[in-house]
């Protein structure tokens, strides 16, 4: 089994990593090779309108921005319970307990806020709750940071001698472009879903979610592959900044999105394996990657990445699961 740490996809040849002679890029031979299968049903991605009043305003917070997100991701998160929100956050134990008690319903099921106009109308919640929170937020990881990651985090393995070019089932992604095992990203996609799961539905989640952060992988790997047409793709476009999705879809795991001047264009893979335009996306988005690919002119800081895992919402996995042929008419 080679293992590839990709500690350069920006030169040519061949890199040795861990005593084996890798391919610069085991993902180049993978780029028109179809999404990893999985059965899925077709799912709008079931945002709520964020809303956003004076206290979260008052420390700061812009809607719809990181901070927004951030402070979300914080006070939905189950892990931080009273006892985390008074040690690590400071909160005050009446705050900390206005929290832990909304996110169970009088029927005792879970709920998620879904927007800080809910949090700042709890009781005993104030502005000074917003500041402690947005602090803690940002020291503990629920924020994404600005800056980018060089693509070398990434560890896929490839059995040596298959007699064929390697298919994505012939690729093991054992860790992503975040340096995350593949573990560790699971969890963190499965503990940011902010509705209840049916449980027969665990096991197709599960899946989902391993099957999908592969291809996002992989596809993060080709859009930093010099030779790979979807390199040469993602740079055609000279957008100001380009964005992977990783979705909950089986049609379309993977949606780049290119931005210039406020406007956003969205591709997928289509049947020919290459990127195709595709109207706005309506699946939920289960991580996203900003990229950063190299110029060439002088003072370029070459390649880099940030991963990083929103919460995102499935409304359709609460019950019985009725799988439905995507793209059907």
């Not at 079931?46 to 004076?54: I, Q, R, V």
Request: aromatic share 6%; proline share 6%.
């Amino acid at each position: 089994m080679l293992t590839c740490r990709l500690k350069s996809l920006r030169s040519a040849g061949f890199t040795r990593v861990m005593g084996a002679t890798c391919v610069r890029s085991v993902l180049c031979a993978l780029t028109l090779l179809g999404a990893v299968g999985c059965a899925s049903a077709s799912i709008d991605l079931g945002h709520a309108e964020s809303g956003l009043g004076e206290l979260p305003a008052a420390v700061g917070i812009a809607p719809g921005g990181l901070d927004e997100e951030g402070v979300l991701l914080l006070v939905n998160d189950f892990e931080a319970t009273t006892s985390v929100l008074t040690s690590r956050t400071q909160l005050t134990a009446e705050e900390a307990r206005s929290i832990a008690e909304f996110r169970i319903t009088a029927d005792g099921l879970s709920r998620w806020f879904s927007s800080l106009d809910e949090l700042g109308a709890l009781p005993n919640v104030t502005e000074e709750t917003f500041r402690r929170l947005l602090a803690d937020a940002n020291a503990s990881g629920y924020v994404e940071v600005p800056g980018f990651d060089p693509p070398s985090l990434a560890v896929i393995s490839i059995p040596p001698n298959l007699g064929h070019p390697p298919t994505s089932s012939d690729v093991t992604v054992e860790a992503g472009f975040d340096g995350k095992p593949v573990v560790e990203a699971a969890q963190l996609v499965r503990s940011r879903l902010t509705n209840t799961v049916y449980r027969e539905n665990e096991q197709f989640v599960a899946r989902t979610i391993a099957e999908n952060h592969k291809a996002f992988s992989l596809a993060v790997g080709n859009l930093f592959a010099a030779d790979s047409p979807h390199a040469r793709f993602a740079k055609s476009l000279q957008a100001e900044t380009l964005t992977l999705l990783g979705t909950m879809s089986v049609i379309h795991p993977t949606i780049l999105v290119a931005e210039t001047a406020g406007a956003k264009s969205y591709y997928a893979r289509g049947a020919s394996g290459g990127y195709e335009a595709i109207p706005v996306p309506k699946y939920p988005v289960m991580m996203r990657a900003k990229l950063r690919l190299e110029t060439g002119v002088e003072g370029d800081p070459g390649q880099g990445v940030r991963v990083f895992y929103p919460a995102w919402s499935a409304k359709v996995l609460r019950g019985p699961a009725v799988v439905i042929t995507e793209g059907g008419g």
